[in-house]
Each structure stands twice: as C-alpha cells, then as structure tokens.
Nanobody, 123 residues
C-alpha cells in the first residue's frame, strides 16, 4: 500500500509563493507517476500537474502553466509543487495522487491519495 503525505500549504497573499511537498511511503512506488490535484469549495477536484518518474516528463493544467513547477527527488520519493505568482483563484485543498499505471488528468483513475493540504491566497 502506498501512502502519500503532503505538506507545505498555508496562507499567502496574491502574487506570493508556496512550495508543496508530497512524500511517498513505499519504495515500490518510486516508479509511479505522481500528480497534484486541487479542490475548491463547491467545485470538482481538478488536475494541476503530473510528473513521470521514468523520464521526468511533466504536464500542467493551462491555468497554472508558467506559474507552477513540478519536480521530484528520486532518493526521497518526494514530489514538489513550486507555486509562484499565486492568485486568489488558486485557493483550494491540494492533493497529491499516484497510480501505478495512469498519469493523466482524470482524478478517478488514481488509486493513491494524500490527505490534502490547504492553500489559501488572499487578495
């Protein structure tokens, strides 16, 4: 069983930055893609970004391109999401997700999830 633990959320003013971390518990998951999703109150969970361990390829939602950067630390089995130029509309609970076979944008196809970390951007 893969466990994912997020950290790094908080309150920041618009235009500021935050870095989220997601640590995986199992070495067996070191080859699984890992992604970030977010869910704002009253909205569906939406894709933010994903990275593949195998080749380091990345993918971003259009809403965060150029502002967010996903990266990884293979030795620590940890994925980071550097969020810059934050906007009020980035406010949400951010979740880390992983799956052995899937690295797309549909949250329903990810089997492993973290508990979520709140990101609040004030105006």
């Amino acid at each position: 069983q893969v466990q994912l633990v997020e950290s790094g959320g908080g309150l920041v003013q618009a235009g500021g930055s935050l870095r989220l971390s997601c640590a995986a518990s199992a070495r067996t998951s070191s080859t699984y893609p890992m992604g970030w999703f977010r869910q704002a109150p009253g909205k569906e969970r939406e894709f933010v970004s994903v990275i593949r361990w195998s080749d380091g390829s990345t993918r971003y939602a259009d809403s965060v391109k150029g502002r967010f950067t996903i990266s990884r630390d293979n030795a620590k089995i940890t994925v980071y999401l550097q969020m810059n130029s934050l906007k009020v509309e980035d406010t949400a609970v951010y979740y880390c997700a992983s799956d052995r076979f899937y690295n797309g944008v549909d949250p329903r196809r990810y089997n492993y999830w973290g508990q979520g970390t709140q990101v609040t951007v004030s105006s």
